[in-house]
């Protein structure tokens, strides 16, 4: 069974770090083009956050958190992160990493996926 298995939500400060992790279990995560990591706040849609593609290197970051997240990914581990800093309230929500083959442009709605992690919950308060 195909499934992407996250971790390392929680409870932050503001201005605080947290790193998610999405590891993929069942299959290698190279099968996939790109892995992206989506989020969800309470009555809003889930946007997406970061973009990483499989062998060409190509990143994407959402405008809101350039400069704050680091999106990489580990071939061997079969596993891809999301390194956060410098968070704020603004920042909580469930957080979901999710693979396919559309390329990274930040314009593939979230209906598109159809791999998901379970999420994890991203809570900035003080």
């Known amino acids: 069974q195909l499934q992407l298995v996250q971790s390392g939500g929680g409870l932050v400060q503001p201005g605080g770090s947290l790193t998610l992790s999405c590891a993929a279990s069942?299959?290698?995560?190279?099968?996939?083009?790109?892995v992206n990591w989506f989020r969800q706040a309470p009555g809003r849609e889930r946007e997406e956050v970061a973009c990483?593609?499989?062998?060409?290197?190509?990143?994407y970051y959402a405008d809101f958190v350039k400069g704050r997240f680091t999106i990489s990914r580990d071939a061997e581990k079969n596993m891809v992160y999301l390194q956060m800093s410098s968070l704020t309230p603004a920042d909580t929500a469930l957080y979901y990493c999710?693979?396919?083959?559309?390329?990274?442009?930040?314009?593939?709605?979230?209906?598109?996926?159809?791999?998901w992690g379970q999420g994890v919950q991203v809570t900035v308060s003080s």
């Open positions: 069942g299959f290698p995560l190279d099968k996939y083009y790109a």
């Open positions: 999710a693979a396919s083959d559309y390329y990274c442009s930040g314009y593939v709605p979230a209906s598109e996926f159809n791999l």
């Open positions: 990483i593609a499989r062998a060409d290197g190509v990143i």
